[in-house]
């Protein structure tokens, strides 16, 4: 390979996937499904894989929230990065991230003010809208996520850099008394916070507000296209991102054979993100289609027979949902596409999960194998100074 | 504005900023001093920026809970005013006006230079201050900005995140800056504070609510925190979506939070508002 890389981050997105027998693709999946030794099985399993994904090289373990399924048991990552935080004393830890809008700000900053200090400043954080699912799980109104998202975001700065007690009084959010104990113990700002970068809104605010970006899945090329907006908001605002400010997440599934790597990682993607709603009544896949489309900016007005509301005048159209490929393939293949990635988007964080279990759990053998595999084909050359 | 009657005059106009505002003229201090005045109940004495008084939509608000009065600061007018040479000076002035308008105790918000006034104000009649309201108060100026000094884009930004609402927003006039930014510069000093003026706030026992937007590009949010820790009744709350003009940016907002202030004083800090969905 030619050396036009310098060193590429590699982090490891720990989903927590309940390793019960079959749950089904409904969401909300029934409790009554969950099977505690199951429960106790699959967070002791995904620890030992993120143990592995250290031995591995990988530089920072990350979580994300997801409410009311099995395909990942982290409706408070908080809780699972202070645990992995406390195991894991040396790797940095991520939380990538929080749904903020259908959270109190400044419980989120009490929280990971805690955190912070309970892991010495290994923490960062993303601050997202979520996925459309989401906007079920506590009756938020999903019009409001891209505001919320945003004013939370500015609220929690304050929460961690305000020497004195003070209010907010917002546009969503209202509070007449806010002093955070602890304070953040990386000051004077706390964790860097990273902002997806998936919509270009987002990258124009990250980039105004001096905060990471972050895409998911998305295809590298109009990722590249959003990094230039942010690019020019950030110079606009007074600053010049690294490659160590942006990051992309993709799946994850390396083996010494391409056509195992592809049956392995197939096995439970079949259907890949959709399937994790294809158990759902129309109704309610129809429902969630009118939220995702709330989120990319279309108005609420009346429903219509697609379940659609027209969009706003003068709104420009939603972008298509585009997705990338994943990693996945013989070291070489992975190594040779996440270069690619870097290279067009310019990200110095590449996060990534092992595999993409939406039709059941990949079992954790499986997943450590894969990571020891990566751990001696992938991260060295990623560490290495010029890739 | 302009002002020469000398009886309280309604320019009844629904739908027009400032439209249920009168005016009239009292002697204090040698000055014809113009009070801008709306509303009924409590009196809120509203002190203005540098600027000189300006209607704004979330005064309008507030005179459909008070009797607001907004009051042209002696040297704003058509007289020149050489006699202060510091805010001690112009609230006294300010406080014989008050006298002659009558009135025994009040609620006062300030806004800029006049939260300076008004800081001065409470500071030397704290019984009659029943709260402070401060809106961007101009007293201590760190990492701050000279209005005057901006150009037309940047100070349209400076004083506001929504220039679409409220009043028209434009840089000051010339002429009006050549007759009043000397007084204006000798009043608000280098915005620095000093021990003695610190250990004179820490014996205010008025009730102070200090607001700034969080976007203000004329007085840093950061001074916000100096008042909170100086003044020992007090509290600190930020504008979100706002500069330094609130009362402009977010009328309703600044509205309900001054109200409410006035309203309750501390127990503003308690949410009073109804939780039930359904019995």
């Given at each position: 390979m030619s050396s036009i890389l310098g060193r590429v981050k590699l982090e490891f997105f720990q989903t927590?996937?309940?390793?019960?027998?079959?749950?089904?693709?409904?969401?909300?999946?029934?409790?009554?499904?969950?099977d505690p030794g199951w429960t106790a099985a699959t967070y002791a399993g995904g620890l030992d894989e993120c143990a592995a994904a250290v031995d591995a090289g990988f530089d920072a373990l990350t979580f994300a929230e997801h409410h009311?399924?099995?395909?990942?048991?982290?409706?408070?990552?908080v809780l699972l990065a202070a645990v992995a935080g406390q195991r894991f004393g040396s790797t940095d830890i991520g939380v990538?991230?929080?749904?903020?809008?259908?959270?109190?700000p400044v419980r989120i900053a009490e929280e990971y003010a805690m955190l912070d200090n309970l892991l010495g400043g290994r923490l960062r954080v993303a601050m997202l809208r979520g996925t459309?699912?989401?906007?079920f799980t506590y009756f938020d109104n999903p019009w409001e996520a891209r505001e919320r998202v945003e004013e939370g975001t500015l609220l929690i700065k304050a929460c961690w850099a305000e020497p004195e007690p003070f209010g907010w009084e917002g546009r969503y959010y209202r509070f007449r008394n806010i002093a955070v104990?602890?304070?953040?113990?990386?000051?004077?700002?706390g964790p860097r916070i990273l902002f997806s970068a998936n919509s270009a809104d987002g990258a124009v605010f990250a980039g105004t507000h001096g905060l990471d970006i972050g895409f998911s899945y998305m295809e590298p090329e109009r990722c590249a296209a959003h990094v230039t907006l942010y690019r020019e908001a950030a110079a606009a605002a007074g600053w010049e991102p690294t490659a160590d400010n942006i990051q992309y997440r993709h799946a994850l599934w390396v083996d010494e054979s391409e056509e195992r790597a592809w049956a392995s990682f197939g096995r439970y993607a079949e259907?890949?993100?959709f399937a994790l709603f294809a158990g759902a009544s129309d109704d309610t896949r129809m429902a969630l289609g009118k939220v995702g489309m709330a989120m990319a900016g279309?108005?609420?007005?009346a429903p219509d027979s697609s379940g659609l509301a027209p969009r706003e005048p003068g709104a420009p159209p939603p972008p298509p949902m585009t997705v990338g490929p994943p990693f996945v393939g013989t070291p070489d293949r992975v190594l040779a596409q996440m270069r690619a990635v870097a290279e067009v988007v310019g990200a110095g964080r590449i996060e990534v999960h092992a595999?993409?279990?939406?039709t059941g759990a990949i079992p954790t053998a499986d997943t450590l194998a894969m990571l020891t595999l990566a751990g001696r084909e992938l991260t060295p050359v990623a560490h290495a100074e010029s890739w | 504005m302009t002002h020469s009657e000398t009886t309280t005059t309604t320019?009844?106009?629904?739908?027009?900023?400032?439209?249920?505002f009168g005016y009239r003229t009292v002697t204090a201090a040698g000055f014809d001093v113009t009070v801008f005045e709306a509303g009924d109940g409590v009196p809120l004495v509203c002190l203005p920026g540098a600027g000189g008084p300006r209607y704004s939509p979330a005064l309008d608000l507030l005179a459909q809970r008070f009797r607001v009065l907004l009051i042209e600061l002696p040297?704003?007018?058509d007289e020149p005013n050489?006699?202060?040479?510091d805010f001690d000076g112009l609230a006294a002035q300010v406080a014989a006006a008050v006298d002659a308008l009558g009135l025994t105790s009040y609620h006062l918000l300030g806004t800029s230079l006049g939260g300076a006034c008004a800081l001065h104000l409470a500071l030397a009649?704290?019984?009659?201050?029943i709260s402070l309201t401060l809106e961007a108060p101009g007293k201590f100026r760190i990492?701050?900005?000279?209005?005057?000094?901006?150009g037309p884009e940047a100070f349209v930004r400076a004083f506001r995140?929504?220039?679409?609402?409220?009043m028209p927003i434009e840089p000051p006039d010339p002429e009006f800056l050549q007759r009043v930014w000397p007084l204006v510069g000798r009043l608000m000093g280098d915005g620095s504070l000093d021990d003695a003026f610190a250990a004179r706030l820490s014996t205010l026992p008025t009730r102070t609510l200090v607001l700034f937007g969080?976007?203000?590009?004329?007085?840093?949010?950061?001074?916000?925190p100096t008042y909170r820790r100086l003044l020992p009744n007090s509290t600190l709350l930020y504008v979100h979506d706002?500069?330094?003009?609130i009362q402009n940016d977010r009328p309703e907002a600044f509205a309900d939070v001054v109200g409410d202030f006035v309203t309750r004083g501390m127990n503003f800090l308690i949410n009073e508002t109804d939780g039930l969905i359904n019995p």
């Open positions: 927590f996937a309940y390793q019960g027998p079959d749950h089904g693709s409904t969401w909300p999946a029934p409790p009554q499904a969950c009311y399924s099995p395909k990942q048991l982290t409706p408070n990552p990538f991230g929080t749904d903020l809008p259908i959270n109190n459309p699912n989401e906007y104990w602890p304070k953040v113990c990386q000051q004077p700002h259907g890949g993100l279309l108005g609420r007005g595999g993409f279990p939406v | 320019i009844a106009a629904a739908g027009i900023i400032g439209g249920a040297g704003w007018g050489d006699a202060v040479a009649d704290p019984e009659r201050v990492d701050s900005a000279d209005p005057s000094t901006l995140t929504h220039p679409e609402r409220g969080r976007n203000d590009g004329v007085i840093n949010p950061v001074n916000g706002a500069a330094h003009d």
